[in-house]
């Protein structure tokens, strides 16, 4: 049974997991940039507004990308108090302009305290859980004052929550992808580790694929999803994030 899963899996893999894909994806935003630190930056705006209607999420990630001259890592360093103007008055479903601007700020301190984003990452993992990671991250961006309407913005795993942009976001910085969708520019941290990205349409898949039983789509379902998906692929377990994905949204499993 587990076997038939994997070959069907598989060709969805294939069918999505493609240069093709990128366009329609806030994947494209970060692919807008060659550089480490311009990706991962890019990376984690666009993946923090990733929710709602495509076409806004792409449009408004295109609007930060141009508020900062199209090299985010040095407006973030270099930055003016007028060049912040525009972000004052960003709106995005709830994220609005203050957390826009708390976002730079956070950001500026990480890059001057640490070499890259990658690093805030591997160091909050010693014993390889993602989950973890991802807390100390969180910890980290949220060290300075900052209103706490911004601390929503930011999943907190130990909420119990799926951290479903998060995880979105550290798939394409570590999923190591031959087919030139995700980065793999994060090389101390190895894709085994990866949680798969979990909302409504890829767990109504995989509940019926029986790759998932629990009901609610928090931390303990994410777990479980990637358990099963692990058995499948134990080197490359969110390469099925593509396809489970691609078969609720776009085949109406």
């Known amino acids: 049974m587990a076997e038939d899963i994997k070959v ?62 199209y090299a985010p890592y040095d407006f973030l360093m270099n930055h003016t108090d007028k060049d912040l103007k525009p972000f004052s008055s960003f709106v995005h479903r709830t994220f609005n302009g203050d957390d826009a601007l708390y976002f730079i700020s956070a950001l500026r301190k990480i890059y001057t305290d640490y070499p890259d984003m990658e690093a805030v990452f591997s160091e909050g993992m010693p014993n390889g859980n993602m989950f973890d990671a991802i807390v100390h991250f969180r910890n980290i961006f949220f060290a300075e004052d900052h ?29 190591e992808d031959k087919a030139g969708v995700d980065f793999g520019c994060w090389t101390s941290i190895s894709p085994e580790v990866l949680l798969c990205p979990l909302d409504v349409h890829s767990g109504r ?21 990637t358990g099963s998906l692990r058995l499948l ?12 994905y691609g078969l609720g949204v776009f085949e109406k499993f």
């Open 8 to 69: 069907f899996l598989d060709k969805y893999v294939k069918k999505y997991n493609k240069p093709s894909f990128i366009e329609t994806d806030p994947i494209s935003i970060p692919h807008l940039f060659t550089d480490k630190k311009n990706r991962e930056i890019a990376g984690f705006l666009v993946a923090s507004i990733a929710w709602g209607q495509r076409k806004t999420i792409l449009n408004n990630g295109q609007k930060l990308m141009a508020w900062m001259d």
């Open 147 to 175: 209103l706490r309407r911004t601390q929503k913005h930011v999943s907190n795993p130990d909420s119990g929550s799926a951290a479903k942009r998060l995880n979105m976001f550290l798939r394409w910085m570590i999923r």
């Open 205 to 225: 898949t995989a509940r019926k694929l029986g790759l998932l039983t629990r009901t609610q789509d928090d931390r303990r379902a994410v777990e479980e999803l």
């Open 233 to 244: 692929h134990p080197k490359d377990p969110v390469q099925y994030d593509f396809a489970l």
